[in-house]
């Protein structure tokens, strides 16, 4: 783990679906419906405006209703989306819903190959009017950068396809569009599937990428929006990331993962590495994870995400990394400990225009 560009640890694997039905019960206020993205949310965790005509907070029909993949690769406003330690249970959607006076429309969770895919899960993020965002790790237990059992190479010969096809056949066996992160942060050395570690030689990534790609084509799993997400470039600056693209007809979405760790500005951590990337490719650019070290930097960072956001052309949303220190963070990240970071906060969630949920049926088709 490299302390300039990690600190984050996951959350923990299988929450108890029961526990956050009950807890869902008694915050279903939370997840009601809005036909133009901009809802407020007072501090008590209640509704400032009434539910459209039309829809209730209480029909789960309204609440899990979804598309097909095409009406949510160009959403009519951002995405607000925000990482906890126990997503998408809804105790914690429901603490960052009350803390931003927004209610998040997407919803990131984590984890590894020694599960398989959680149905669950995904339904839980849909009846929270959020787009599930799973990050797909290729390793199980540990968490050390040099894996070779998991290497590059395994996974593109096919030792692994046994899972990868099960996982596959059962994403599309819930028929919900998920968008799925597979081995993120491959420029970095901190994870086994960096093409400096396992073993792992130039080209691998790539090679695996559209394997893993192919497998979920092959079984009709095609309701996958794949995120392809490298880390920013400020932690590492001798990978170019051009060689790690699987190419557009690979990918949906361009994930950047971009945390301040002292800088003034969000836009000095995260411009070098977009202008990088469209040098080789125009498709959205989604911050798959971002935040800010605590200090005196971090709610003028914090505004200059939102501002950034607003005047940077083809971002479609953010991942905001709400862990805590005790949740495994390198840095506290988490907006709302910091009155002036939380104003920072609610006054750039403001300033945008979030998408709706439903993303409705006249989206892009």
């Not at 959020?130 to 190479?153: G, N």
């Not at 996974?155 to 056949?169: E, L, M, N, Q, T």
């Not at 600056?237 to 699987?246: C, H, M, N």
Request: proline share 7%; with cysteine; glycine share 8%.
């Amino acid at each position: 783990m490299n302390v300039l560009t990690r600190g984050k640890r996951r959350r923990p694997f299988l929450v108890n679906a029961l526990a956050g039905a009950l807890v869902g019960a008694l915050l279903l206020p939370l997840a009601a419906c809005s036909s133009g993205g901009q809802e407020r949310i007072d501090d008590s965790g209640n509704p400032a405006q009434s539910t459209p005509s039309g829809t209730s907070a209480a029909d789960p029909v309204a609440r899990t209703k979804t598309l097909s993949k095409a009406a949510y690769l160009h959403p009519k406003g951002v995405y607000f989306g925000v990482a906890t330690f126990h997503a998408p249970a809804w105790a914690t959607t429901a603490a960052v819903t009350a803390a931003s006076e927004r209610h998040p429309r997407m919803l990131e969770y984590y984890q590894g190959w020694n599960e398989d895919f959680s149905a669950a899960d995904a339904e839980l993020s849909y009846k929270q009017g959020a787009v599930p965002l799973l990050t797909w790790e290729p390793f199980a237990k540990s968490r050390a950068a040099d894996q070779p059992e998991y290497s590059l190479k395994k996974i593109a010969s096919g030792s692994f396809d046994s899972y990868v096809i099960r996982f596959a056949r059962q994403v599309k066996a819930a028929g919900q569009p998920i968008a799925l992160r597979f081995a993120h942060e491959m420029n970095g050395d901190w994870y086994p599937w960096s093409e400096k570690n396992s073993g792992n030689s130039q080209g691998d990534y790539v090679k695996a990428w559209r394997h893993i790609h192919d497998l979920f084509q092959a079984v009709g799993a095609t309701e996958v929006i794949w995120v392809w997400s490298p880390n920013a470039l400020r932690g590492a600056r001798d990978v170019p990331l051009k060689p790690l693209y699987p190419g557009d007809g690979y990918v949906d979405w361009i994930g950047v993962d971009g945390y301040g760790f002292g800088e003034e500005t969000a836009t000095e951590v995260i411009q070098p590495t977009v202008d990088e990337i469209t040098k080789f490719s125009h498709k959205p650019i989604l911050l798959s994870e971002t935040g800010s070290s605590p200090g005196p930097q971090q709610p003028g960072w914090t505004a200059d995400l939102f501002r950034w956001i607003k005047r940077t052309p083809n971002v479609i949303g953010f991942v905001w990394f709400q862990h805590s220190v005790d949740e495994g963070g390198q840095y506290d990240y988490r907006f709302d400990v910091n009155p002036q970071t939380k104003a920072a906060f609610r006054k750039g969630l403001d300033s945008l225009t979030l998408s709706p949920w439903p993303v409705t049926s006249d989206a892009p088709q």
